[in-house]
């Protein structure tokens, strides 16, 4: 080979990983699935023979909207006759607010007229309270994605809702060792989601685990992946592209 053919060869070999050094590294793609980002098991706030069940599987629920209600007659009557306790001294107290400001009566009794009236009211609150209590409320916006209580039945400790939160949802990617530091919290990212979406969506770089799995090599990083419009069910395979 002539001194002509191996210099360009050389520089053949020099200019080539220059040009793949230009092109940059492809962006790496790892497979996933998409979560909900909230599952919750709710139980009854109290034990009780259940009345009412306001929700079906698969109905969407506002955080603080009701679910269900159990048995509350007995709460209902002292709700009632705290009430009229209550309202009882109320009007009492305005009856002699002319003779306190005038000091017709004495200390002592306005303070027993005040102290009755207050403590009437807070007995009231603690009734309103415990019948409250009686209904059970959605802790989160979601999908009610499982009801195990019917009315008649008696609800106890064990949890008779599966809520799942959907927006955002949660997609959790594993990466090799070798690309720690190179992902930012904030970053964008192209979820490729599979049937029955077929299509790209943005999500953003929420969690970026400090701590590197010696067995594997790996770490973990969460995306959220917006669903105002909740339609993208939980569950769907998907490919994530940084």
Not at 106 to 119: G, H, P, T, V
């Amino acid at each position: 080979m002539s001194m002509k053919s191996c210099a360009g060869l050389t520089l053949a070999a020099i200019a080539m990983p220059a040009s793949l050094a230009a092109a940059g590294p492809s962006p790496a793609q790892v497979s996933c699935v998409v979560l909900p980002n909230q599952h919750l098991n709710v139980a009854s706030s109290v034990p009780g023979i259940i009345r009412a069940v306001s929700v079906q599987r698969g109905d969407f629920v506002r955080a603080g909207q009701p679910l269900m209600r159990v048995a509350s007659d007995m709460e209902s009557a002292q709700l009632k006759l705290a009430a009229t306790k209550a309202d009882m001294l109320r009007r009492k107290l305005a009856r002699n607010a002319e003779a306190i400001q005038k000091h017709l009566i004495s200390d002592q009794e306005r303070d027993q007229l005040e102290s009755d009236a207050r403590l009437a009211q807070q007995e009231y609150e603690v009734a309103r309270r415990a019948v409250a209590q009686k209904t059970t409320v959605s802790p989160i916006s979601g999908i009610v994605a499982n009801r195990k209580a019917e009315p008649g039945q008696y609800a106890g400790t064990d949890p008779v809702f599966e809520l799942v939160s959907l927006n955002p949802l949660r997609v959790e990617l594993v990466f090799r060792v070798g690309a720690y530091g190179t992902i930012k919290r904030g970053q964008t990212v192209a979820i490729d989601l599979g049937p029955p979406v077929n299509g790209t969506r943005r999500g953003t770089v929420a969690i970026v685990d400090r701590v590197i799995d010696a067995r594997s090599g790996t770490f973990g990083v969460r995306v959220n992946l917006p669903n105002a419009d909740l339609k993208i069910p939980s569950g769907v395979a998907c490919k994530a592209a940084l």
